[in-house]
């Protein structure tokens, strides 16, 4: 669980999909468990923003799919 996870949210501000490569599969898993917010970049604004709750469940059932598929 120690890879990079890659997943793409919608940055508000040019509305540009936008690649999110800094997070580890054990990272977010840990985030998402701890009901912590996740926060994604666009490199092209420099802007922040917290992920929506629809990205959030496609990530959990990301890990759910990858950590069922490792069993």
């Known amino acids: 669980m120690g890879e990079s996870m890659h997943f793409t949210s ?3 501000k040019c509305g540009r999909g936008q690649p999110q490569r800094d997070y580890t599969r054990k990272t977010l898993a840990n985030l998402l ?3 912590y917010q996740i926060e994604a ?4 604004c420099n802007e922040f923003w ?3 709750t629809q ?3 496609l990530i959990v059932d990301a890990l759910g799919e990858l950590i ?3 069993r």
């Open 68 to 70: 069922h598929l490792r």
């Open 33 to 35: 468990n701890a009901g």
């Open 55 to 57: 990205e959030r469940r």
């Open 41 to 44: 970049h666009c490199e092209r």
């Open 10 to 12: 919608i940055c508000p």
């Open 50 to 52: 917290r992920i929506s």
